[in-house]
């Protein structure tokens, strides 16, 4: 199997409110050899899988509590970041950039 193919999305998160002050690295691997990255969907499903697997390494942190809601928020955001550059796929990049709102311009030619 193509090692491009599985990415691995960490994310450093509080273990807990009771425990703040340590932290440890929750990681979750993301499958994507099935998708076809010079399509405009392949391209939202790897999105998507790549927020999913970051909502769960940071899911210590889900909670009402607004420091540590804004704590989460960070944690997604910074795992989603680093899973789409650790791809290296302009297409998603652009996709993530824009927050999904505008069509994914493919930049290899048929």
């Known amino acids: 199997m193509n090692i491009k193919h599985l990415l691995p999305i960490a994310a450093l998160a509080l273990s807990g409110i009771a425990t703040a002050g340590t932290t440890e690295l929750n990681s979750v691997v993301v499958r994507y050899g099935d998708l076809n990255l010079n399509s405009q969907a392949g391209i939202a499903r790897l ?8 909502e769960s ?22 795992a989603v970041a680093n899973g789409v550059a650790a791809v290296d796929n302009a297409s998603l990049s652009q996709f993530h950039a824009s927050k999904g709102r505008h069509q994914v311009l493919l930049s290899s030619r048929r």
């Open 57 to 78: 390494v940071c899911d210590q942190l889900e909670t009402k509590i607004l420091g540590v809601r804004d704590a989460y928020k960070e944690c997604v955001s910074d």
């Open 47 to 54: 999105h998507k899988r790549i927020s999913n697997a970051a």
